[in-house]
């Protein structure tokens, strides 16, 4: 059984086309009844419109099989003002959920990714802090990969944030605890006995993802079709504990091993 990744995983950082394998490979485990989710750290749209991006695509899965933060953010925080932080389409859609952005007096500082955060919002994030208002993390991702480049991920703004003041901070999606445990009992929907020592985690965010997982007691696969070039750039630099178990390529060159 499977939690499998989407961006870098299953579609691609830059033109958010299908990588090699990947349709086929939900395919694959769709006519072998094996249990999956398709775990994403998605915060531009709306759940069911993410999904139904995903569907578009060629991706040929029920809801039931689909996890993001934002499906747990209403459990982690209650509907109020927030000091939201992210790309536009992240805001409005916190908005639509029912929150207000606040950047005076709000319940939380909120983050998600964007590539381009300014000195100034971090001065207003750390000022926001150093008040008391609660530091959440929409996920833990170490780096951002866009139009070629790649970024600070989620994760490292929020070890930044917690060097400046001291904090500490919440992680809504991937790889918070919380969140992998919600896919689990969504996998045991499809199988009882699902426990995390029969789950296998693919994404292609090693130091994310994967070591999250493998804390948890998951196998891991890497693919490099995504945040990572080769091994050599991060595999090397990781502790021994939190190394993947086999690394990919991509989707494909998992689909032919199984």
């Known amino acids: 059984m499977y939690f499998i990744d989407v961006q870098g995983t299953l579609i691609s950082d830059e033109d958010k086309s299908p990588i090699a394998g990947s349709i086929e490979f939900i395919e694959h485990l769709n ?8 775990v994403t750290n998605n915060t531009k749209k709306a759940s069911r419109d993410f999904y139904g991006f995903l569907q578009s695509l060629g991706f040929n899965f029920s809801f039931e099989h689909y996890l993001d933060p934002l499906m747990l953010l209403k459990s982690k925080l209650p509907k109020g003002g927030v000091a939201a932080y992210g790309a536009e389409a992240f805001l409005q859609t916190v908005q639509t959920m029912g929150y207000s952005l606040d950047y005076e007096e709000p319940q939380s500082v909120l983050v998600a ?3 381009d955060f300014s000195a100034d919002e971090y001065a207003q994030m750390i000022d926001l802090i150093l008040k008391g208002t609660p530091l959440v993390g929409m996920h833990e991702t170490s780096i951002y990969a866009k139009n070629g480049k790649r970024y600070p991920g989620v994760g490292a703004i929020l070890q930044m944030l917690k060097f400046a003041t001291s904090c500490s901070y919440e992680v809504v999606g991937k790889p918070s605890v919380a969140f992998y445990e919600e896919a689990l009992e969504c996998l045991r ?4 006995s699902a426990e995390f020592s029969r789950v296998t985690m ?6 994310g993802d994967l070591g999250g997982a493998k804390e948890m007691g998951m196998k891991t696969y890497f693919v490099t079709s995504g945040k990572y070039k080769t091994t050599e750039e991060i595999i090397p630099l990781l502790a021994e504990h939190l190394k993947p178990d086999a ?8 689909l032919e091993q199984i």
């Open 31 to 38: 006519a072998m009844k094996i249990p999956y989710m398709v």
């Open 113 to 115: 990714i964007k590539e």
């Open 189 to 192: 929907k499809q199988e009882s």
């Open 202 to 207: 693919i994404s292609d965010d090693v130091t």
């Open 247 to 254: 690394s990919y390529a991509n989707m494909q060159e998992i």
